[in-house]
């Protein structure tokens, strides 16, 4: 009997050191504490995922229930195969999403970083920031497409109901930053249509205060926002809203929203890809904290009146304002650019503006007989390059390439001399041809006395020509045209000519030969002061005069 037992116990002995995992192979992780964990927890790219540790062990059993920040992205792809399938897509997303964050509700533990995204088709249109050389060819939706409409009618209200839900649980659960991003394809004429009697994502009084609301974006992909007349946010700081179409009445409502009366904290806006839909609807901003401000691609506004006293950064990018009006005595950055042939008619700026050290414009180079407007939108700009009295750094997006011997030189005729300005940046727009910006460019650059740093982007030609003067044959020269060749393999043409009384280029010719055969697609010819590229793919060359 005592055998038995003593046998019995060495199996169980036995079994348990299969088990148990080998000394170095020991779960250090879920060793940890729970503050690491959680930490852990919050940065798992889906809070799905984050719920599926707790099969790991008992230790994370539960244990994401406790993490301070949850997000949700949907996986993109087989949304188009066909209607009913990406409406039912969707659908389940928004079920598993309301699932996860029933479980956490019934937790008890609150969430400080809720962030939901849904993309579809989300190809027809860029997500991020677009850079400067950009700013005056904003995105545009997508064109029409019947299939796509038709997918997108089916879309937009299950979108909206989770829109709906997902924004009342950030409301009654005292969420401090709030993420929602719905990447649906803007069809044009279905986010510029009236849309009576559809289903409407609302910012209504029946929201509970969101005391604890610091953060919030909504980008809602088309769909359309009805706005409180009454609600505040005590305590918002940033606040951005993309992809959205106001109801009727809505412009003064959303310069409510974002005023102090209604966000008394509010320092960061961002109001990307608006539509408006009544043109004579007016909206005023009246901010006392608000320090950045940026409005892009904002249709259609027929008065746009700005008093943030504390402002320091204000960018308005391809808006549709028949009047624009700004009071913000403390700008430090500006950067205005119209929608193209659409400029204010009326532009009021209530004082000048010292602070600004950096401005951003868009200029006309010509003018012709059938384009009237630019002269008006070129005084335009030139208005705040005369406020902007202190201003050190310009950018310029440079439109309006000469089509004809009678078009108008509108540079040298209508741009100041600017000795003050010492870092200037050129745009050039993708309308010029490849032989047509030398001569628009050189024409701005006589505006200009006291350069130090001068900084041109040109757009993609299939053939580049480009010339150098005044080179030294400094190592510094050398790098800068390995650094050229290499981010430029349709060059045509360099033409590189060194200064004669420097001595030391001397030495630099078996460099700048090895630098251009080892290229691969060079051969050369050289003489007593001249070296001569060919490349083979292309009736090209390079020329190095000393």
């Not at 970083?113 to 400067?132: D, K, T």
């Not at 609302?202 to 926002?225: F, H, K, N, W, Y």
């Not at 360099?494 to 004669?500: E, G, H, T």
Request: hydrophobic share 45%; aromatic share 8%; charged share 25%.
């Amino acid at each position: 009997m005592g055998s038995t037992a003593a046998a019995e116990e060495d199996a169980r002995v036995a079994k348990r050191a299969r088990l148990a995992p080998p000394a170095g192979d020991a779960d250090l992780i879920s060793g940890l504490d729970d503050d690491v964990l959680l930490r852990v927890l919050g940065l798992v790219g889906d809070a799905r995922d984050a719920a599926r540790t707790g099969a790991l062990s008992r230790r994370w059993l539960g244990l994401w229930t406790r993490a301070p920040a949850l997000r949700f992205a949907s996986q993109p792809g087989g949304f188009w195969r066909a209607a009913p399938a990406s409406a039912a897509s969707l659908e389940r997303y928004a079920a598993s999403v309301d699932a996860a964050l029933a479980r956490r509700a019934r937790s008890g533990c609150a969430i400080e970083r809720l962030s939901i995204a849904y993309a579809a088709g989300s190809e027809h249109y860029p997500v991020e920031q677009p850079s400067f050389a950009d700013a005056a060819e904003l995105w545009i939706p997508c064109p029409r497409d019947t299939e796509t409409e038709r997918i997108l009618e089916q879309l937009m209200p299950a979108s909206v109901r989770a829109a709906r839900g997902w924004i009342g649980y950030a409301f009654r659960h005292g969420v401090k930053s709030f993420d929602l991003d719905l990447q649906l394809p803007l069809v044009l004429p279905n986010f510029l249509r009236e849309r009576d009697g559809v289903e409407e994502v609302e910012l209504d009084d029946e929201l509970p205060s969101a005391v604890r609301l610091e953060t919030m974006r909504l980008a809602l992909g088309g769909a359309q926002l009805r706005l409180p007349a009454a609600m505040t946010f005590a305590s918002l700081t940033n606040l951005s809203l993309e992809r959205i179409r106001i109801a009727a009445g809505g412009a003064a409502l959303l310069g409510h929203l974002v005023s102090s009366a209604t966000c008394p904290r509010l320092q960061k806006l961002r109001v990307r890809w608006i539509y408006l839909p009544a043109f004579h609807e007016e909206m005023a901003i009246e901010a006392d904290v608000l320090s950045e401000l940026w409005m892009e691609d904002v249709r259609i506004l027929m008065s746009l009146k700005l008093r943030t006293p504390r402002l320091r950064v204000l960018h308005i990018y391809k808006c549709s304002h028949v009047a624009l009006r700004i009071s913000a005595p403390r700008l430090e950055e500006l950067g205005i650019i119209f929608r193209p042939a659409c400029p204010p008619r009326w532009l009021e700026i209530d004082v000048d503006l010292p602070c600004v050290r950096s401005l951003k414009i868009c200029l006309w180079s010509h003018l012709s007989r059938l384009s009237g407007d630019r002269e008006a939108e070129n005084d335009k700009y030139m208005l705040l390059l005369r406020q902007c009295s202190s201003l050190t750094c310009l950018q310029v997006f440079l439109r309006g390439a000469k089509a004809s011997k009678k078009d108008v030189d509108m540079i040298k005729s209508r741009v100041p001399h600017l000795p003050h300005i010492t870092s200037l940046a050129v745009n050039v727009s993708c309308s010029f041809k490849r032989h047509g910006y030398g001569a628009s460019v050189a024409s701005l650059l006589t505006r200009f006395s006291n350069l130090r740093r001068l900084s041109l982007h040109l757009p993609f030609f299939d053939e580049l020509e480009v010339e150098l003067t005044g080179l030294t044959g400094t190592d510094c020269e050398v790098w800068f045209m390995k650094t050229m060749l290499a981010s430029a393999k349709g060059l045509f043409k360099v033409a590189i000519s060194f200064n004669p009384y420097c001595w030391q280029h001397q030495g630099k010719m078996d460099a700048f030969e090895r630098m251009l055969l080892d290229e691969g697609m060079w051969t050369s010819h050289r003489d007593t002061h001249m070296l001569t590229c060919l490349r083979e793919s292309i009736p090209a060359y390079i020329t190095c005069e000393m």
